[in-house]
């Protein structure tokens, strides 16, 4: 099939480098958002999210003219859809064991349903939809076709239907976006053939073609299959706690077995797709993910472990207590805070009245309610009676243990992510409490 206007739906860290990249393969593309701030900023030439090499990408696409940012759909060739799936719970306070199985998390479709209502007008007989949003299985074939048939056009018929899942690593997207085998699954074949040459104009990594479900399957099982093995190595953690040795020696011994690969613990799985998605399969198939939503509940009760451990390290007491907690992000060397584990620890914490400095080196200034954010390291550490680390950000890893301890008057830390060389910090002066390190282990 041959592709002459593109119209994209959705200008966020997906969409936009999707449609810019189109656009720089010589493609019209139209790009769609329904955020007035996000059309606006962009074609004043500004960009709204952070992504290297992003703001060079979009400006060489809308200097060529084949880019042309719009509130509203255009007839086109392909369609493709790039809108959020967030979950919604019902209730904002239910990220723990007992509250999620009251108020389970139900994929939030919304914005697939109007990206899909706003392309009705605009299908013509012969086009190509794409579905990219992170969805849960049938999705393509059920939601998305009845919509998209309002029009009297029949789907895989009269027009084609697709589904493919992006895994681009974010701070990596537009190589990523270029390089990494891309899954498409049309409704039928002539469909799935439609998409692999929509993708041809830009991906240099493998096109694979399947049917519409078993791509949208294949994104959720790579991020259930991560949820899932670092529930593991969570709990892995606590009985190490228990049993007093040190998870990460224990982890790495038992990764020299050849067929093992026992990922990292932590403070819990953050972000917008490894502790969303799995939720998708939950709902879709409740009678047959109890594995999958028990790994859910291990890692979204993981911050609560943590705060266990500070209880510990301050000898029970939290009321009243200083803590400098370092690192709110999701995961290291992001300014990324969406469902972040850290930002849960810090919560409880202050739930249980201990007064949080928490300082976020890629984000000084984010709009975290309840939260007060130190404006720099100096000013967390200052008062505390404890150092909570809780993300492997790299300007975290290059503290000195002296020049720390000059700058608090806290000599205990806990480390949750094993960043830090705790005979380094112990020589300081500091009493380090690592994650997964038991008594006897230390
Ligand atoms: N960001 C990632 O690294 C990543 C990776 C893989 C998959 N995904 C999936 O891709 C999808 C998009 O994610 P994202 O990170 O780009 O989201 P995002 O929040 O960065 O951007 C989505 C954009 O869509 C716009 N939008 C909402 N409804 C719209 C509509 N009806 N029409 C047009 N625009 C609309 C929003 O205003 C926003 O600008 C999600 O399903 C996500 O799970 C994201």
Not at 21 to 45: E, R, Y
Not at 154 to 181: C, M, T, W
Not at 192 to 205: H, N, P, W
Request: with cysteine.
């Amino acid at each position: 099939m041959k592709f002459n206007q593109i119209c994209v739906l959705g200008l966020g860290y997906i969409g936009l480098p999707t449609a810019s990249t189109f656009a720089t393969h010589g493609v019209k593309v139209i790009g769609v958002d329904v955020n007035p701030q996000v059309v606006a900023t962009l074609q004043n030439g500004g960009l709204h999210i952070h992504e290297p090499g992003l703001r060079t990408l979009v400006q060489a696409a809308l200097k060529s003219g084949n880019l042309v940012i719009s509130e509203a759909p255009q007839e086109a060739d392909a369609f493709v859809i790039a809108v959020p799936t967030p979950f919604k719970t019902g209730r904002q306070d239910v990220r723990t064991s007992e509250g999620l199985d009251a108020f389970p998390p139900k994929a939030d479709l919304s914005y697939v349903i109007s990206a899909a209502e706003a392309i009705v007008p605009y299908l013509r007989r012969g086009n190509l939809v794409v579905l990219e949003s992170t969805s849960p299985p049938a999705t393509t074939t059920g939601l998305a076709s009845e919509i998209l048939e309002r029009t009297g056009l029949k789907a895989g018929d009269d027009f084609h239907l697709a589904y493919s899942p992006e895994r681009v690593l974010p701070g990596q997207i537009l190589r990523e976006l270029i390089e990494n085998a891309r899954v498409v699954g049309g409704v039928t074949q002539a469909s799935s053939d439609a998409a692999r040459d929509l993708y041809a104009i830009f991906v240099r990594g493998d096109i694979i073609q399947t049917t519409a479900t078993t791509a949208e399957m294949v994104k959720l099982m790579e991020n259930t299959y991560r949820d899932v093995n670092i529930a593991i190595a969570n709990e892995f953690a606590r009985l190490a706690d228990r049993f007093g040795i040190d998870v990460w020696e224990a982890i790495s011994l038992a990764n020299r077995h050849p067929r093992v690969e026992i990922l990292r613990p932590g403070p819990g799985v953050g972000g917008h797709c490894i502790s969303v998605d799995p939720w998708f399969l939950v709902e879709a198939a409740p009678d047959l993910t109890p594995l999958i939503h028990t790994s859910r509940k291990v890692n979204d009760a993981q911050p609560q472990f943590v705060v266990g451990l500070v209880r510990r390290a301050l000898d029970g007491e939290l009321a009243g207590k200083k803590i400098a907690a370092l690192g709110l992000a999701y995961k290291p060397d992001v300014d990324d805070l969406r469902e972040s584990p850290a930002v849960d620890v810090v919560r409880l914490l202050m739930a249980e009245g201990a007064k949080v400095a928490a300082y976020e080196p890629f984000k000084l200034d984010a709009d975290l309610p309840g939260i007060q954010l130190a404006p720099n390291l100096d000013s967390a550490l200052q008062g505390s009676d404890l150092l909570l680390l809780l993300v492997a950000h790299t300007p975290l890893r290059q503290l000195i243990p002296g020049v720390v301890a000059a700058q608090t008057d806290a000599r205990l830390v806990v480390d949750t992510v094993n960043l830090w060389d705790a005979p380094l910090w112990e020589q300081a002066g500091f009493t380090v409490v690592r994650l997964g390190v038991g008594q006897a282990g230390r």
